[in-house]
């Protein structure tokens, strides 16, 4: 699952790489934009909305996209080899004269006018990356359903924009709390929203989701992906456990237990 810092990377890569040019080839791969003609329309350029990317064409038409759980954009030169992935997987190519863009695993790939791009990314909460953050808006929303576990409040875009599993974990960490904390009860929420912040601008220029501030291999994370792996502060096991409810099911969560106050999550 990218986190919102992966997909402003990524957008911003795009949009140096296309903007400005025009489009000499667009092949969308969804049955529903199949026929869609874009060749000869000017790249504007590409905008991240959380986890969303707004790659915005001429004529007031943009091409909404999100990665989701292993979606990727890769750029390649004209004639180069492609290695995102088996050719089935691809499902945009967006070239210019310049560079060709090619879109593997796109689970949400729709064509719209910009001027209604909030249909797409409007029921978004305040984007941790983007130019009109808001925090207080941010501690509003999450505080709106207090009883609801912290872990599961961070990750619904709707709150806040762009956080995803890593720094859901990595933020109860920091703030000693278990992901099954009601977030009414996280101290300082309005100091998790600023570390949230801090964090995603501290790491959108580069790889890697660093927390710990240390950028050596297996020394990243607090507790993110150390299951059964000693906790980095303290060395207590980490555990893990599935948290969320469909269709983010699959999201596991990882904490420690010393480190971490809080409740346990349920066991069922
Ligand atoms: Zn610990």
């Not at 795009?14 to 092949?27: H, N, P």
């Amino acid at each position: 699952m990218p986190e919102g810092d992966t997909v402003w990377l990524t957008a911003h890569r795009l949009s140096r790489a296309l903007a400005g040019g025009t489009l000499v080839r667009a092949d969308l791969r969804v049955p529903r934009l199949a026929t869609a003609d874009l060749t000869g329309r000017r790249v504007e350029g590409v905008v991240p909305r959380g986890k969303h990317l707004l790659t915005r064409l001429g004529g007031g038409l943009t091409l909404h996209s999100h990665l989701r759980m292993d979606g990727a954009w890769h750029l390649y030169a004209p004639g180069e080899r492609w290695g995102g992935g088996p050719q089935w997987q691809v499902r945009a190519i967006l070239a210019t004269a310049e560079r060709v863009a090619v879109g593997y695993r796109l689970p949400v790939l729709e064509l719209l006018p910009t001027a209604e791009e909030d249909k797409a990314v409007g029921h978004l909460g305040p984007d941790l990356l983007g130019p009109g953050w808001d925090p207080a808006e941010a501690v509003r929303r999450l505080l709106a359903d207090p009883g609801r576990p912290v872990g599961e409040a961070l990750l619904d875009q709707r709150n806040l924009a762009g956080i995803g599993n890593v720094y859901a974990a990595e933020l109860c960490f920091l703030r000693g709390i278990t992901p099954w904390t009601p977030v009414g009860e996280a101290p300082g929420p309005d100091r998790l929203v600023t570390l949230a912040h801090r964090l995603l601008t501290a790491n959108k220029a580069r790889h890697g989701h660093i927390t710990t501030g240390d950028t050596r291999r297996g020394r990243t994370h607090w507790v993110y992906g150390r299951a059964d792996r000693p906790c980095l502060r303290c060395g207590t096991l980490v555990r893990t456990a599935e948290h969320g409810t469909p269709p983010d099911r699959a999201r596991v969560a990882y904490w420690c237990p010393h480190c971490q106050r809080g409740p346990a999550p349920p066991t069922n």
